[in-house]
């Protein structure tokens, strides 16, 4: 029987109100969000996947508040269970900002060019952005 075990996760979590307000006062592109990080430990029962528990990790802070758009969820070092929306190019913290790519590397997320989708198993919506294409 396999023990438990601790894994960190990073979530850059999108303000979804004030996103539309500063979206329809045209101060932000359409791909432009206002959002913040957090890191958290997670741990992960014997028969929990790190794919799992990422997309657990995501469902449930949009759900817990409506408010909260997941823009990106990763473990720092790993390609297992990354997410990363497709439609998110810049984050900004409300004075500065900074590409969600950058961003991301920044907390230690690993990405590698031209990697197929069915390698990282990543659904189809989040592969192009691993590959670098927008």
């Known amino acids: 029987m396999t023990e ?5 996760v990073v979530v850059i979590i ?3 109100q004030l996103t539309k307000f500063a979206q329809a006062a045209d101060v932000f592109e359409p791909w432009k969000v206002l959002g913040r990080s957090i890191s ?4 992960l029962k014997p028969d929990c996947t790190v794919e799992r528990a990422v ?11 409506g408010n909260n758009h997941v823009v990106a969820a990763f ?4 390609l297992k269970g990354a997410y990363r929306d497709p439609s998110v190019r810049v984050v900004s913290n409300g004075k500065t900002w900074q590409t969600l790519d950058d961003m991301m590397k920044d907390f230690g997320w690993v990405a590698l060019p031209g990697v ?6 990543l659904d189809s919506r989040v592969a192009p952005v691993l590959q670098g294409r927008p």
Do not use: N, W, Y
Request: proline share 3%; aromatic share 0%.
């Open 75 to 78: 473990v720092p070092g790993s």
């Open 4 to 8: 438990e075990r601790k894994i960190h």
């Open 40 to 43: 958290l430990t997670a741990t």
């Open 116 to 121: 197929a989708a069915a390698a990282l198993k």
């Open 55 to 65: 997309g657990d990790v995501r469902r449930i802070l949009e759900s817990v508040d």
């Open 14 to 16: 999108a303000d979804r």
